[in-house]
């Protein structure tokens, strides 16, 4: 089986080995952001026609800071036995991208799969696809701010971030009946405030 412990590349990242799962059976490839382009093809014109994924990890101590993640799938492109059919290559190319400036080249034109993919990372990561044909987001809404996938992402949102936390957020805090949103903070205070009347008198008597 080969090994999944990738060494570190001289000028590139060093791979988080212990928090890499195991993928077994698949060659696992770093490569360099220059030749991407270059290697991907090669692998295609090598018979790994399939793009099954495409993904990003965000390791914001680390110089560059972001990994695009290709999972790729090679099956026989000829007469083959049950057994190789069975257990087609599989390969996982891993790209460091700069956290400063995060742009890689769109695979778009090799695999048309990568299409949402690379929408989704430019989403959720903020990783520019060059070439992509209609880059834009997918799951957030068009006017989000920031990348909710970063590990620096506010854990509310950057808008919600700046904005004060309402002195009584938890649903158990509002009791059946509650005057609609835009009041619920005034009765909430309101009985607060009875509560503690009536604590000062029944203490009194």
């Known amino acids: 089986m ?30 360099e952001l220059a030749a991407l382009r270059a290697t991907m093809e090669e692998l295609h014109a090598r018979g790994y026609s399939m793009l099954l994924d495409l993904g990003a990890v965000d390791y914001p101590e680390r110089t560059p800071r972001f990994d695009v993640v290709y999972h790729l799938l090679a099956m026989p492109v000829k007469a083959s036995t049950l057994a190789e059919v069975g257990t087609p290559k599989r390969l996982r190319v891993l790209c460091g991208i700069d956290g400063a400036k995060p742009v890689c080249p769109s695979v778009m034109d090799i695999w048309p799969s990568a299409d949402w993919a690379e929408r989704e990372v430019f989403d959720l990561f903020g990783i520019t696809f060059t070439g992509h044909e209609d880059l834009r987001r997918i799951q957030m809404p068009y006017d989000w701010e920031g990348h909710p996938l970063r590990k620096d992402y506010p854990l509310r949102g950057p808008a919600r971030e700046r904005a004060p936390r309402p002195a009584f957020a938890l649903k158990s805090n509002v009791v059946a009946g509650a005057p609609p949103s835009g009041r619920t903070l005034e009765a909430l205070q309101a009985q607060v405030k009875a509560a503690r009347e009536r604590a000062a008198r029944e203490s009194e008597s």
Not at 3 to 28: F, H, M, N, W, Y
Request: charged share 25%; proline share 10%.
């Open 2 to 31: 080969p090994s999944t412990q990738t060494p570190s590349i001289t000028g590139l990242a060093t791979d988080p080995t212990s928090l890499r799962a195991d993928v077994g059976d698949a060659e696992v490839r770093r490569v």
